[in-house]
């Protein structure tokens, strides 16, 4: 057994106290959603009441859209993740959950997404619309064409960071899209990366990730790593700096760049396959994080 399959062993809801529809949503990975606080938090109108909360509600909509997706994804890879040695154990692979009941509420949670959305804002409605098609159409086949699924998957990242600028009426800067386009994409190829490299020979189970080896995927999040570090440091030293003393928007390159290579040691020994466990439980990432968002913090709130 993994490092990654005795930990998910352990961190997994009982299964007794949780409903097999509940576990199949994942709530665990709703803290992918707090990325629609990004773009509040980078323009520093995240304490504004009105912000705060169209940020909280398109938080609390991507959370149903997600778990939309996360639910007929389920029903769609079922027999494939009976092969799984992790994901059989998925509510619908592992026959405690049916598929009929599965895609209604992945059905009802979808339309309720969408309309919520609309309710928020049209064009955030119109968000979570393009990323319930975007994970639709990859569940349905674009996550067997090797480069789509990547750039599918890392949609939906940046989808969830758009999402919190659009809901409030925020401009998103350029600096901030390529530093969201290239962060996610980082992640996503760091995903399939740990998956080929724990999985093995075991990997065939898996048919979308039959069309890379570890050396492409290396070579894809290495290169998003790289685009995503000049980005940021562009911001950093032209937009964002000179707007105070000491200068903490290039300082903050520094926690930034460290946080990147600590999620890169996770991604090389492959146990970056669930990115929401880094996050939840690497605690000198966390740290760094924390470094950051202070310097940003001071950068923003001193305009």
Known sequence: ????????????????????????????????NVLVLAAPLAAGRIGDADVLMTTGLAFVVFCAASAAVYLGNDVRDAE???????????????????PATALIASGVLAVVST??????????????????AVQASYTLGLKHQPVIDLACVASGFLL???????????????????????????????????EVHTLGAAAETRRSLHGYSESYLRFVWSMA???????????????????????????????????????????????????????????VLQVLGLMWSVMVALVVYAR
């Open 160 to 194: 969830r960071a758009v999402a919190g600028g659009v809901a409030s009426g925020i401009a998103l800067s350029p600096w901030f899209l390529l530093v969201a386009s290239f962060g996610s994409l980082f992640m996503v190829a760091g995903k399939r990366f740990s």
């Open 115 to 132: 309309g919520a959305g609309i309710l928020v804002a049209l064009d955030f409605g119109i968000t979570v619309a393009v990323y319930l």
């Open 225 to 283: 790593a790289s685009v995503t570090v000049l980005a940021y440091s562009l911001w950093a030293f032209t937009e964002a700096g000179g707007h105070g003393d000491p200068p903490w928007a290039e300082l903050s390159v520094a926690p930034f760049v460290v946080g990147m290579l600590r999620y890169a040691v996770d991604i090389d020994r492959g146990s970056a396959g669930a990115p929401e466990d880094i996050v939840l439980e690497d605690r």
């Open 80 to 98: 494939e993740d009976r092969r799984h040695p992790i994901k059989q154990h998925r509510p619908v692979a592992a026959g405690t959950l049916a």
């Open 1 to 32: 057994m993994t490092s990654e399959s005795v930990r998910d062993a352990a961190t997994a809801p009982d299964p007794r106290r949780i409903s097999p529809l509940l576990r199949a949503m994942r709530p665990r990975q709703w803290v992918k």
